[in-house]
């Protein structure tokens, strides 16, 4: 998820009576739900080692124990020996980060670009595919719920009210965020199913998925993988009453397999194709031989775009990999 995402879970579960637990919970909490995204200095090394190592260990279960140790170390020190507040256990600290990072894992867990949870020992992607990395239905969640809170509060204090501190704003938009993706995982396995029980042209299907959308949060992006080609349509909400998708869209699988597999060859290539889940390959001549593109359907509304996403391999007519560029 986005950071501020992150940030608004992390105060959520400190306004929920976690920040009663030790001086500093609060800010624990907030700097624990964004510590594994440390990573991002990766971007330094280039958009192909972000992608390498983006959601590596840090989005780890062996990450989220060693960075909630380091910041707990880090809090406990600030509090009991540089602002010698009231004092508070290494222990307490560790369980507070060790929510915050936890909550980091899990919010990332919940979209499409997923995590490597068992890193350093095995590099598998996993992802529930149920919201987008921005999403505005559990944005708009949390702020209600941390927002109105403290505006009911002024309001009772500017007419004279007695107002007493109250945890159920931030309980209640936690649970309306639980049900959200309840609710959003009930869709997506019927999203699943209904491609599932299609027929599609070019044969027999291999694999399904189905990608959530921006605004319609039970509209989504179906990908059928064939034996030679990619099938993407719409599924959910936006099906007309007869059942047919609005949307079609098919993408072939070049023939040139001999050139396809010496692009595989490349150190980006292997990079994007240990991430991508649907990878398409293009094949086009080029004055040195061929220009081969390569990008995950997952994320192809990237690609249009911005012509972000992509990774391009240069070859010249004997199949040798001259170039490749990957841009995010």
């Not at 501020?4 to 959520?12: F, K, N, Q």
Request: proline fraction near 5%; include cysteine; glycine fraction near 6%.
């Amino acid at each position: 998820m986005d950071n501020v995402t992150h940030t608004l879970y992390g105060l959520a579960l400190a306004k929920t009576g976690l920040d009663r637990i030790a001086p500093q919970a609060t800010l624990t909490l907030m700097v624990g739900a964004n510590l594994p995204d440390v990573d991002f200095i990766s971007i330094f090394w280039g958009d192909i080692n972000y992608l390498k190592y983006h959601r590596g260990i840090t989005h780890s279960f062996a990450g989220i124990l060693l960075g909630a140790s380091v910041l707990a170390s880090v809090v406990y020190w600030i509090n009991n020996h540089l602002l010698k507040t009231r004092p508070a256990s290494w222990k307490k600290f560790y369980w507070l980060s060790l929510t915050g990072v936890s909550s980091h894992l899990l919010l990332d867990f919940t979209n499409s670009y997923g995590i490597r949870p068992l890193l350093p020992f095995y590099n598998r992607w996993y992802a529930w595919d149920i919201v987008l990395i921005i999403d505005p239905w559990i944005l708009l969640a949390l702020t209600l719920g941390l927002c109105l809170p403290f505006l009911f509060r002024l309001i009772n204090q500017e007419i004279g009210v007695r107002s007493t501190e109250s945890h159920r704003g931030a309980v209640v938009c936690l649970l309306m965020v639980l049900l959200y993706w309840v609710s959003k995982d009930v869709s997506h396995r019927q999203a699943i199913a209904a491609l599932e029980q299609n027929r599609y042209s070019t044969g027999a299907a291999l694999r399904f998925g189905a990608m959530p959308k921006f605004f319609n949060p039970f509209s989504w992006l179906g990908i059928v993988e064939t034996e030679t080609a990619y099938h993407v349509t719409e599924v959910g909400w936006t099906t007309n009453p007869n059942g047919f998708p609005v949307r079609n869209k098919l993408y072939h699988k070049p023939e040139q397999t001999e050139i396809i597999e010496s692009a595989k060859r490349g150190p980006q290539t292997q990079a994007f194709l240990e991430f991508a889940r649907f990878p398409w390959f293009q094949v086009e001549p080029s004055v040195e031989g061929y220009t081969v593109t390569l990008r995950d359907l997952r994320f192809d509304f990237v690609a249009r775009r911005r012509r972000g996403f992509v990774c391009t391999i240069e070859m010249d007519r004997q199949l040798h990999v001259l170039s490749e560029n990957f841009r995010f």
